[in-house]
């Protein structure tokens, strides 16, 4: 939500809001809930005067004509809503120290706008223009003050009071009950700089969480490991969770904290609302036994009876020893969830189509404020397999900075899009310095290099690093762009021991882009040639995705991690035709001097014919077996129903419905699995091939359950009873109703190795409750490694 200030259009003494953008019809702006709530709280405060304040520019009759109207016939001087077009930066300025003084609402520029005033002038014909440009400027001036109030001011609060209760003699610094990771990061920002910038003697930063409800997640909607990689620039000594939950209800979070931090654990919830000094001192001595937590306390609702139970309680057990870094050698992002990047991993996708350099579209639906439409673009990749979403508003017609910052805000609010981290991609650092204060999660920053020096290079690179950002380096240094491997790899080696050794920078935090692109020009005596095909390939969609899938298969066999890539968009690479495989990799490697003349022959062919249709008839003459195989493979939902089904009814061969899905299902998905794990599939096929799987077997659970239904009922006719509790249930469900059912046994099932760790949850909670009966588990995972 963009919050205020807000701006007005003024006409006389009628004054009219105008929303940030244009609502639809029968839709409702933000700003009505907005207004209403801040009335809620106290006045607000609307600008001064526009007039007086352009009197005091002394402005001449230049100032008012400029370029666009030096040939007028009539006098423009006075004609103040005139100066929005002439001199925007004046307005632009006026705007900004009304903001700045505390105004929630400014009015537009426009007291003048229209056709029967700008007549005296003349000027009737730029009464839209005059009225457009001024809400622009208006809106402009709000973006840049709402998003320095957002971050700046923060910082600067915080910094005040740290240094405060510094200078008081303080020994630990406590930042307390995160509802927003964002907040979090301005305080430890701030206290980052009073170290590093101020030198003020450094002490142990504690921070703590609060997790809202039982979904595990914080106000904003990170999970608990979000937060924490969020948050790890600050350096935290402790880390945890307190408030909201009461002591029970925290456990899992705490215990997922435990497990996923080096740092010592903190732990001090809220009192319960029924329970005593001496249940909470319980709950939390069982977390002390599990090796849980390093420090407890209490938040709301305790007092120095509660501190005296968990005192008595915990006299005598052992501290939790924190782990040696569970993260070592890899790389952590985050948006609303974590991610981890390292040698284990498979090649990360970075969605491409937020980019107004790269997108047609997409530069349109921003220049037009067609923000909706815009995160719709970021939704499709996210869906598409994008792990990392790269954003870049690097437009010559855009405020960049504000862009940025208004993309990213609004997309934290959509939580299918904020799950995954951003990459934040642009050639103007007040660009990314805008992306950086606007997001909550830890990102990545496309680029610096060395182009502008050493003294530039550490300074971008130290700020980076405080803002908590991973960062991509160029090979780019102060004579050019690297084109040979031996420059590339003197850039790359010298750009990391500046980050390394004298910037602090954790070495798993470095991305090196060895300037891919030349790889595709060719030689240099090839360079009209690569330009040709380039431009070629732009057109012929089929010619560049193929030439995307071969080269990312090689890159990756050779070491490369990630890429921003169309996710989506890519042929899996055993489907490129043998003849253009061949091609792309004479013209990848340079064996044949041909090569691009040729490729360019079958890019005039594909350009006439476009992207040839999909050939079914061949395969669907193919077994049932082979069919669903073919469709899992190729991730084609057409005909799988039709086919699961008529496997499902050769009871011969498959006599219940589950034998379908563990075998020629499961048959499909291991091929998936073998050519994802040889680079020659990537994320976004898999995405497809799962999304047929889960087609396929949606057909089949009636059948499934109706099954699961006779053999309960077969059960409960020999005397058995049988509790169901359906699928998805909570671990703590399945435990109380086993006790308060005296039940014999508990069964779990499940199919991935997800399931397989709930199952491992469900007997460590067995165990912790004393709950000694047998635990059943069916889980493919488990068979494989039985």
Not at 117 to 122: G, I, L, P, V
Not at 139 to 151: H, I, L, P, S, Y
Not at 432 to 455: M, R
């Amino acid at each position: 939500m963009p919050g205020l200030p807000h701006y007005l259009k003024s006409h006389q003494t009628i004054a009219i809001i105008v929303f940030k953008a244009a609502p639809e019809m029968g839709k409702r702006s933000a700003a009505f809930d907005e207004i209403a709530a801040l009335a809620k709280q106290r006045i607000m405060i609307i600008d001064g005067a526009m007039g007086t304040m352009i009197q005091r520019e002394h402005l001449e009759e230049h100032d008012f004509r400029a370029e666009v109207l030096k040939d007028h016939p009539k006098p423009l001087k006075g004609n103040n809503d005139l100066l929005s077009i002439t001199r925007p930066d004046i307005v632009y300025k006026i705007h900004k120290l009304y903001l700045e003084a505390g105004a929630d609402f400014i009015e537009t520029n426009t007291f003048s706008g229209t056709t029967i005033a700008q007549a005296d002038y003349e000027t009737e014909h730029l009464v839209h223009e005059i009225n457009y440009q001024s809400a622009q400027i208006a809106k402009r001036a709000c973006g840049d003050v709402q998003k320095e109030t957002a971050f700046k001011e923060l910082v600067k609060a915080y910094g005040d009071q740290a240094r405060s209760l510094l200078q008081g003699g303080v020994d630990v610094l406590l930042v307390e009950t995160v509802f927003d990771s964002a907040n979090a990061k301005a305080a430890l920002f701030a206290i980052r700089g009073l170290f590093e910038d101020e030198e003020i003697m450094e002490v142990p930063v504690f921070l703590s969480g609060t997790i809202v409800d039982l979904s595990g997640r914080t106000l904003s909607g990170q999970t608990g490991e979000a937060f924490l990689v969020s948050t790890r620039q600050g350096q935290p000594s402790a880390v945890g969770l307190n408030c909201a939950l009461g002591a029970k209800d925290m456990r899992p979070f705490i215990e997922a904290m435990s497990k996923f931090s080096d740092a010592l654990i903190l732990c001090y919830p809220n009192a319960g609302y029924d329970e005593t000094a001496e249940d909470m001192a319980l709950a939390l001595k069982q977390f002390a036994m599990d090796g849980l937590v390093n420090i407890v306390g209490g938040c709301c609702g305790t007092t120095p009876d509660h501190i005296s139970a968990m005192a008595k309680a915990l006299k005598g057990i052992g501290p939790r020893q924190p782990p040696n870094d569970p993260h070592a050698g890899n790389m952590l992002l985050s948006g609303l969830e974590p991610m981890t990047v390292g040698p284990f991993t498979n090649f990360v996708n970075i969605g491409e189509r937020c980019n107004v350099a790269g997108s047609r579209r997409f530069c349109n639906l921003i220049k037009n404020e067609n923000y909706e439409a815009a995160i719709d673009v970021a939704r499709v990749q996210v869906e598409n397999g994008a792990q990392v979403l790269d954003i870049n508003m690097d437009d010559g017609l855009l405020d960049g900075p504000y862009a940025m910052s208004k993309f990213l805000r609004l997309i934290a609010t959509e939580p299918d899009v904020a799950k995954v981290p951003v990459c934040i991609d642009s050639s103007d650092f007040s660009v990314i310095v805008a992306g950086l204060e606007s997001i909550q999660g830890k990102c990545i920053v496309n680029s610096i290099s060395l182009k502008e020096g050493e003294k530039a290079f550490i300074e971008r690179a130290r700020l980076v690093r405080r803002y908590g950002a991973a960062v991509v380096v160029m090979a780019f240094d102060e004579e050019g762009q690297a084109a040979e491997t031996l420059r590339k790899y003197e850039i790359c080696e010298r750009s990391y021991r500046i980050l390394t050794e004298e910037v602090g920078f954790d070495p798993c935090d470095i991305i090196f882009d060895p300037n891919i692109l030349t790889i595709a020009t060719g030689m240099e005596e090839h360079a009209n040639y690569g330009a040709y095909f380039i431009d070629a390939t732009r057109m012929i969609r089929a010619v560049r995705e193929a030439m995307h899938s071969v080269f990312l298969y090689y890159a990756i066999k050779a070491g490369m991690d990630m890429g921003i890539v169309n996710a989506g968009a890519l042929p899996v690479y055993e489907d490129i035709p043998k003849d253009l495989l061949i091609l792309i990799e004479d013209l990848l490697f340079n064996r044949d001097p041909d090569a691009t003349e040729k490729m360019l022959v079958v890019a005039q062919d594909m350009k006439k014919g476009g992207k040839k249709a999909e050939k079914t008839e061949e395969w669907r003459s193919f077994s049932v077996e082979e069919r669903l195989k073919y469709a899992l493979v190729k991730g084609i939902d057409t005909h799988v129903v039709e086919d699961t089904e008529e496997a499902r009814c050769m009871t011969d061969k498959y006599p219940r419905p589950l034998n379908v899905i563990e075998r020629p299902l499961m048959d499909g998905m291991s091929v998936v699995g073998e050519l994802f794990g040889s680079g020659k599939m990537f994320l976004p096929q898999v995405i497809k091939s799962a999304r047929v799987m889960k087609k396929a077997v949606a057909h089949l659970i009636p059948f499934m359950d109706k099954e699961r239904e006779e053999n309960i009922k077969e059960m409960g006719l020999s005397d058995d009873q049988v509790v169901d509790l359906g699928v998805m249930t909570p671990c703590e469900v399945i435990i109380k109703t086993a006790i308060e059912e005296k039940a014999d046994f508990i069964g779990c099932s499940g199919l991935i190795t997800p399931s397989l760790d709930e199952m491992v949850h469900v007997a460590k909670e067995m165990e912790r409750n004393g709950l000694k009966i047998p635990l059943l588990i069916g889980n493919v995972s488990a068979w494989s490694r039985s």
